[in-house]
């Protein structure tokens, strides 16, 4: 992983599943990021093909990386595979969330 893509997984932390009320990276939505020449791009997933708040974390995760110094351009990739399940949520989430 290049800096830019440890910068925006950084950035992806402030942004909070309204639901689950745990940021996106912890919550294990985001399955991937590679950053080259500005290009930022996210593949991610959502708790379930049908979430309500699929298209905000999806514009909330574009954003967050649009603010940083040296994003050309955010590439948002949707996928639903592997299904997300709640072993998808990190140690740390798992902590915040009191399980």
Not at 54 to 81: C, H, K, N, W, Y
């Amino acid at each position: 992983m290049t800096d830019l893509a440890d910068q925006a997984r950084d950035a992806l932390r402030q942004v909070l599943d309204p639901e689950a009320g745990l940021n996106i990276v912890d919550l294990g939505l985001i399955y991937g990021i590679e950053a080259r020449d500005g290009v930022v791009t996210v593949t991610m997933t959502f708790t379930s093909p049908g979430c309500p708040a699929g298209d905000m974390l999806a514009d909330a995760a574009r954003q967050a990386i649009e603010a940083m110094p040296g994003v050309r351009s955010v590439v948002i990739e949707i996928t639903f595979e592997p299904a997300w399940t709640p072993e998808s949520i990190s140690p740390d989430g798992r902590a915040l969330l009191g399980s």
